[in-house]
């Protein structure tokens, strides 16, 4: 009988020099049954890839109390999972193709699978009635799942490098292919508009291996391992071109990009920020070691989930040097009676911080910025004293931090 791990979370807040002004923040760590390789997310639902114990879906509408939903153990060792119309599509390693109905996500259910000769590691559910599989040895497979009770192939892309990492736009797969004498990889464009027999177009040289892979704005953000986050221009994917680069400190497995950032699961280095404002010319934003092995990521507004080995890692990237309003510590918009309750309770470990000001030269750290209402450049519990000063009308104003304004 598999055993049972008490879920738990912890909220941390770290502090840095002003030299090194920080973006990334750990929010909450919620232990996992198992080490998680794959994420998505979907109406604030968390859904993991979570190896030997299937997947694992968690409510997180609020990132600072996830808890879990349901689960579904899976034939197999659940490596990337993809979400549609009530469907998880999971990459199951040795056992291909599982599917999972989670219409009702406290009680998910198997309802079909696909097996197959390799190894699943990355799925991606196309806005069509097929899947595609990264499949190792096997290459790329199309499935069809118009009946997901019964998925048959309808396609294959046979290759002699073992692929690991897949996205499909309009008539094209992207995959990342690796070869391993001599050690190098390749992005690989496959036509898939005839879903029956996928086509090789051509392809781009990566150093080292690839493995996941994110298109976003006309460009493909691919990890390569010890290379880092490589960068290509996929607008017109018939003839792609090398754009930047951005070698991170760890080994780059997934990325996700959204906006202008692409957050990069690092390895066991934990999380890399690289600014794509300009492709060609990436830039750092930040970083956070996790803990764990950082594997498979995604990104929403400002809160970054990590598929982080044996827990459901949380970051809060401030994706703004100075934006707060003064005196609104529970970030309601106003400032009045109820943030003082709210700043209390903070200090006793009741409530998550206030909007964090990451770009404070002269303060000498993080700055709390809305909870600094005496323009002292912190947040303590003079603020407190100060704001119920001004409440009753013997302080003549809020003020902040002259080195961080709003």
């Not at 990590?306 to 918009?333: E, P």
């Amino acid at each position: 009988m598999k055993s049972k791990i008490t879920h738990c979370f912890l909220i941390a807040i770290l502090t840095v020099g002003a030299a090194e002004a920080q973006r990334l923040e750990l929010v909450t760590r919620y232990s996992l049954p198992d080490g998680a390789f794959g994420i998505t997310v979907e109406n604030n639902l968390a859904y993991i890839a979570n190896d030997l114990e299937g997947i694992e879906i968690i409510d997180i509408s609020d990132p600072y109390g996830p808890f879990t939903v349901g689960s579904l153990d899976t034939p197999g060792f659940a490596r990337s999972i993809a979400v549609r119309g009530g469907y998880a599509f999971i990459a199951d390693g040795d056992s291909g193709l599982a599917i999972a109905d989670v219409s009702v996500p406290s009680s998910p259910s198997l309802i079909g699978r696909y097996d197959n000769s390799g190894t699943a590691l990355t799925v991606v559910a196309a806005e069509s009635e097929y899947v595609y599989i990264a499949n190792g040895y096997s290459g790329m497979l199309v499935v069809d799942v118009s009946d997901p009770s019964n998925p048959s192939l309808q396609g294959a892309y046979p290759s002699s490098a073992y692929l690991m990492g897949l996205e499909v736009i309009g008539n094209y797969a992207l995959v990342t292919a690796n070869f391993v004498e001599p050690d190098f990889g390749e992005l690989q464009i496959i036509d898939v508009s005839d879903p029956s027999n996928p086509s090789f177009l051509t392809s781009l040289y990566i150093p080292g291996g690839a493995y996941g892979i994110h298109v976003a704005g006309g460009y493909a953000y691919v990890c390569a391992f010890d290379y880092g986050l490589r960068i290509f221009d996929v607008s017109y994917p018939p003839e792609p071109s090398n754009a930047g680069y951005f070698n991170t400190r760890g080994s780059a497995r997934h990325t996700f990009v959204d906006s202008n950032y692409a957050f990069v699961a690092d390895g066991t280095s934990g999380v890399s920020a690289v600014d794509v404002t300009d492709p060609f010319v990436p830039a750092f934003a930040d970083s956070i070691d996790t803990r764990g092995i950082a594997s498979d990521i995604y990104a929403a507004a400002d809160f970054i989930y990590v598929a982080d080995d044996f827990s459901l890692t949380i970051l809060h990237f401030s994706r703004t040097a100075c934006n707060y309003a003064a005196g609104d510590i529970n970030g309601n918009g106003f400032a009045n009676g109820i943030d003082v309750t709210y700043g209390v309770s903070y200090f006793k470990g009741g409530e998550p911080p206030p909007t964090v000001c990451i770009d404070c030269p002269d303060s000498g750290r993080s700055l709390y910025g809305a909870g600094d209402v005496n323009g002292g450049c912190a947040f303590n519990g003079i603020d407190i004293t100060y704001f119920i000063a001004y409440l009753k009308g013997s302080a003549p104003e809020l003020l902040f931090c002259p080195n961080c304004p709003p």
